[in-house]
Structure formats: structure tokens, C-alpha cells
């Protein structure tokens, strides 16, 4: 069967434009111009990806994505004309997975939704991952989607969740930037290293207890980030000399 995409924009052009390039991707555009039959649409409907612009006349597209995400894991696009970081923050902290600004490529916006549903995809169809990871202050439950620092909970989103254990696979080893957008976005181009440097600036106000003099989420330039257990450096500390 197709895959159902949920598009709510209040500018008709846009819709139509959704529509004709999802309709030719083989894909099947459920409209809406406005929050409440978007999330009307989204109930009946059960769409597999949402794609939301943050403008919608009276209602704000981050308060619906905030909704959309309440009940739904499925993936999220937010369409954005400012781009403006303090946007981009709110958007995926409201639970969006992805952004794009307009005016935007058409080949970029088919190629980010594929990868979104190639993503969901491939965790439905997977076995179900009994992981526990833990580094330095880190723990995280992968088949229960929790995390926690030095035992206190980390409210994380589906995307910093799967970022966070993406680095925990790897601690202590400085993971290329290309690597990280390819295999956590599923694409590697301008866009995707910007939702990567936002969502690296979120995870820091979550894990550090100094965002602004990181220890465990470090970004070596030019090469990519590393996840630094606080654990090593402590023994490191305590070492004689």
C-alpha cells in the first residue's frame, strides 16, 4: 500500500504543490489547511509522516506538532520560512524530526521523506532491541526508550533519543559528521547537518551540567563529535603522576 502523508499548510499553493510531487512519488497526500482537521485527518487517517508548516493562521504549526507527537511516533517534517536557530529548537523540541526551510528543493523534501520512512521501516520490521547501554552517568534502556544521568530521567525526543544512542554505540571514539547524518538521518547534506547541530546544542542543555563548557558531548571541528565518558576522565584525574 502507499504510504500516507498528513500535510497541513494554510496556503493553498503549498498543498497543491505537496500534493502533485508526493502524488507523483507514488505517495498518498491527505490535505489540511488549518490545525483541528489536520489532527481530525491524523485520527482517522493514521498517516505514516506528518509534514507541518509552522504558520497555520491562528494556530501554531509547534503546538500541533506538540499534539501530533502526544499521540504518534511517526515522523515529522516542519516546514519553516524564518530560519532562525530559536525556531528550529522549538520546532524539534516540540517533536519535530526534521525541518525544512522554504523555499525549498522538491528533490530535497522527497529525499528527507523517504529517509524518514526508510527509517520507521526498518525499526518496525527489526527485532525488538533488549539493549542497555551505559556510559560514565549514562544509561539508556533502548527497547523501553528511556534514558537517565546519575539515575535522574532525561525527557529526550524521538530524535535525541536516537542521536544519544547513536554516540553511546560509539563513546570515546570521534564520530565523522558525514557518518553521524548519514546513519541517523538517513542523508547527508546541508540541511541534515543543521538539524544535527541543533539537536547536539538540545542534548547539551540535557546532559551537561554546563552547556556552555561541555564534557561528556564535545564537537571536535571539522571532524565531527565525540561522547566523552566522565567516568575516564575522573580516573584520569585520580591517576598519580
Not at 28 to 43: E, K, P, Q, R, Y
Request: hydrophobic share 45%; charged share 25%; with cysteine.
Amino acid at each position: 500500500m502507499p504510504y500516507k502523508i498528513l500535510v497541513v499548510d494554510d496556503d493553498r499553493d503549498i498543498l497543491e504543490l505537496l500534493s502533485f510531487l508526493l502524488g507523483r512519488s507514488g505517495m498518498v497526500t491527505l490535505a489540511a489547511s488549518d490545525a483541528t482537521s489536520g489532527l481530525t485527518m491524523f485520527d482517522a487517517e493514521r498517516p505514516d509522516l506528518a509534514i507541518v508548516d509552522i504558520m497555520l493562521g491562528t494556530s501554531s504549526g509547534f503546538d500541533l506538532v506538540g499534539e501530533l507527537r502526544a499521540r504518534s511516533t511517526i515522523p515529522i517534517i516542519l516546514l519553516t520560512a524564518r530560519s532562525s536557530d530559536d525556531d528550529k529548537v522549538r520546532g524539534l523540541e516540540a517533536g519535530a524530526d526534521d525541518y525544512l526551510v522554504k523555499p525549498f528543493s522538491h528533490r530535497e523534501l522527497i529525499a528527507r521523506i523517504r529517509a524518514c520512512l526508510r527509517r520507521r521501516s526498518q525499526v518496525a520490521v527489526g527485532a525488538v532491541d533488549q539493549t542497555v547501554l551505559r556510559v560514565g552517568p549514562l544509561m539508556m534502556d533502548v527497547a523501553h526508550h528511556v534514558a537517565s544521568k546519575q539515575g535522574r530521567s532525561l525527557d529526550l525526543t524521538v530524535t535525541e533519543f536516537r542521536l544519544l544512542r547513536y554516540l553511546m554505540g560509539r563513546a570515546s571514539a570521534v564520530v565523522p559528521t558525514a557518518a553521524i547524518v548519514k546513519d541517523v538521518w538517513g542523508y547527508d547534506d546541508y540541511g541534515a547537518r543543521e538539524v544535527l547541530r541543533v539537536t547536539l546544542f538540545r542534548l547539551r542543555r540535557k546532559l551537561e551540567d554546563d552547556p556552555s563548557t561541555p564534557r561528556l558531548l564535545q564537537t571536535v571541528p571539522g571532524i565531527g563529535v565525540m561522547l566523552i565518558p566522565e567516568v575516564v576522565e575522573q580516573i584520569a584525574e585520580q591517576e598519580p603522576s
